[in-house]
């Protein structure tokens, strides 16, 4: 019989997230901080405007690229929050989550060979979406004493002739790092100066905790070279709505949304409707939430002071990224450990790129009392590995 699967489908790894997920869901009395998904409820206002539209049956397809309504707000509020300014009717589609317009984004771009830089540490979808659409993945190591943000000399070194996109992953998961205006403005002449083009994941832009997001597009001569991704899952805890967005030039829009046409049709019509009650009322929502992020965020950098352990501050995102290269031992080792010996699951740092070596991912995304118990059982560990 032949072999009925892909050879490049076969060759893409499994998520490194779910392994210790699924772990811990059979595992009695253990804490998760493995998951990037919000404690938080879905806002009563947003769940009551979803609730509505399935009561007046409101279940029937919207347009390709999204409902009116949505495209609209989500003008509005790009145009509010980091000054740019699209075409809702030709500039902007509505997708499932922030992570079908990543998929789409590369696919409608994308000649085979053509390269896409990468810089990792970085969510785990970029490097297979990349390859199922043909690409050349090609690996930016983002260093911890640069604060893994992405530097002009970086940049500059990874550029070829072939090289077509630079996937711009702030502020980032796994390592909370954040890129300035000042630190933009050096990539963008970059970018304009190669004729290269940038899909900026900015779904976390809403969780910036010491300066307003910035967003590369809205910096002279980039608006149109970029892809704009973002969506509802982070900053409006609405992960299981699954719906996302990108903004860009019309022509790639058009080519995106043929492909979300073929491949979904259109986004889940209750979710756009929560959607545009989430964009018209929900800032007060997002600032609670932000808050709250950050009063953790403190806290954990606060108990990594006092047991000494190595972690370079974050600043957006809910996530740390904390050294635990003293030990000795693998990522994968020391997550394993931990949670066989304190019930407490972390990320190893690889599964976010092969230099997350030696680093962990910890998401705050949970409440202080499990957080409190976490990090008691870390130092406990931490304890227990030096005094060996």
Same mark, same amino acid.
């Given at each position: 019989?032949?072999?009925?699967?892909?050879?490049?489908?076969?060759?893409?790894?499994?998520?490194?997230?779910?392994?210790f997920?699924?772990?811990?869901?059979?595992?009695?009395?253990a804490?998760?901080?493995?998951?990037?998904?919000?404690?938080?409820?879905?806002?009563?206002?947003?769940r009551?405007?979803?609730?509505y539209?399935?009561?007046?049956?409101?279940?029937?397809?919207t347009?390709?690229?999204?409902?009116?309504?949505?495209?609209?707000?989500?003008?509005?509020?790009?145009n509010r929050?980091?000054?740019?300014?699209?075409?809702?009717?030709?500039?902007?589609?509505?997708?499932?989550?922030g992570?079908?317009?990543?998929?789409?984004?590369?696919?409608?771009?994308?000649?085979?060979?053509?390269?896409?830089?990468?810089?990792?540490?970085?969510y785990?979808?970029?490097?297979?979406?990349?390859?199922l659409?043909?690409?050349?993945?090609?690996?930016?190591?983002?260093?911890a004493?640069?604060?893994?943000?992405?530097?002009?000399?970086?940049?500059?070194?990874?550029?070829?002739?072939?090289?077509?996109?630079?996937?711009?992953?702030?502020?980032?998961?796994?390592?909370?790092?954040?890129?300035?205006?000042e630190?933009?403005?050096?990539?963008?002449?970059?970018?304009?100066?190669?004729?290269?083009?940038?899909?900026?994941?900015?779904?976390?832009?809403e969780?910036?905790y010491?300066?307003?997001?910035?967003?590369? $597009?809205?910096?002279?001569?980039?608006?149109?070279?970029?892809?704009?991704?973002?969506?509802?899952?982070?900053?409006? $805890?609405?992960?299981?709505?699954?719906?996302?967005?990108?903004?860009?030039?019309?022509?790639?829009?058009?080519?995106?949304?043929?492909?979300?046409?073929?491949?979904?049709?259109?986004?889940?019509?209750?979710?756009?409707?929560?959607?545009?009650e989430?964009?018209?009322?929900?800032?007060?929502?997002?600032?609670?939430m !932000?808050?709250?992020?950050?009063?953790? !965020?403190?806290?954990?950098?606060?108990?990594?002071?006092?047991?000494?352990?190595?972690?370079?501050?974050?600043?957006? $995102?809910?996530?740390?990224?904390?050294?635990?290269?003293?030990?000795?031992?693998?990522?994968?080792?020391?997550?394993?450990?931990?949670?066989?010996?304190?019930?407490? $699951?972390?990320?190893?740092?690889?599964?976010?790129?092969?230099?997350g070596?030696?680093?962990?991912?910890?998401?705050?995304?949970?409440?202080?009392?499990?957080?409190?118990?976490?990090?008691?059982?870390?130092?406990?560990?931490?304890? !227990?590995? !030096?005094?060996?």
């Open positions: 019989m032949r072999n009925p699967l892909s050879d490049k489908v076969m060759q893409i790894q499994p998520s490194g997230i779910r392994k997920f699924d772990i811990v869901s059979e595992m009695k009395d804490i998760s901080l493995g998951v990037g998904e919000p404690d938080f409820q879905t806002p009563w206002h947003i009551e405007e979803g609730i539209t399935l009561e007046k049956g409101r279940t029937f397809y347009s390709n690229a999204g409902l009116k309504e949505l495209k609209i707000e989500i003008c509005k509020y790009l929050r980091v000054n740019l300014s699209y075409d809702y009717n030709s500039e902007v589609i509505v997708t499932v989550g992570s079908e317009a990543i998929d789409i984004g590369l696919r409608a771009m994308i000649n085979p060979g053509d390269e896409v830089l990468i810089p990792q540490p970085s785990v979808s970029y490097l297979p979406c990349a390859i659409a043909d690409a050349k993945p090609v690996i930016i190591e983002l260093k004493e640069n604060e893994f943000k992405l530097t002009k000399e970086e940049l500059l070194n990874s550029i070829t002739d072939k090289t077509k996109v630079l996937i711009l992953p702030f502020p980032n998961n796994p390592t909370g790092a954040i890129m300035t205006k630190e933009l403005e050096e990539i963008a002449q970059v970018i304009i100066e190669k004729d290269i083009f940038v899909m900026s994941d900015e779904i976390y832009s969780l910036s010491d300066k307003a997001h910035v967003s590369i $597009a809205s910096l002279p001569g980039m608006r149109e070279r970029t892809i704009v991704i973002n969506g509802f899952s982070k900053s409006y $805890a609405m992960t299981g709505w699954r719906l996302g967005y990108a903004c860009g030039p019309e022509k790639i829009i058009e080519q995106m949304t043929k492909i979300h046409q073929f491949a979904i049709m259109c986004a889940p019509t209750n979710s756009q409707y929560a959607a545009v989430a964009l018209r009322n929900g800032d007060k929502d997002v600032e609670e !932000r808050e709250s992020y950050n009063q953790r !965020r403190k806290y954990l950098m606060h108990r990594f002071r006092e047991m000494k352990l190595e972690c370079f501050e974050p600043y957006g $995102a809910f996530y740390v990224f904390p050294c635990i290269k003293e030990f000795g031992i693998t990522s994968d080792e020391f997550a394993t450990k931990f949670l066989e010996e304190e019930k407490v $699951a972390v990320v190893p740092g690889t599964a976010f790129g092969d230099c070596e030696g680093f962990l991912r910890i998401s705050y995304a949970y409440s202080l009392e499990d957080l409190k118990v976490a990090l008691d059982r870390l130092e406990k560990f931490v304890f !227990r590995l !030096r005094n060996k």
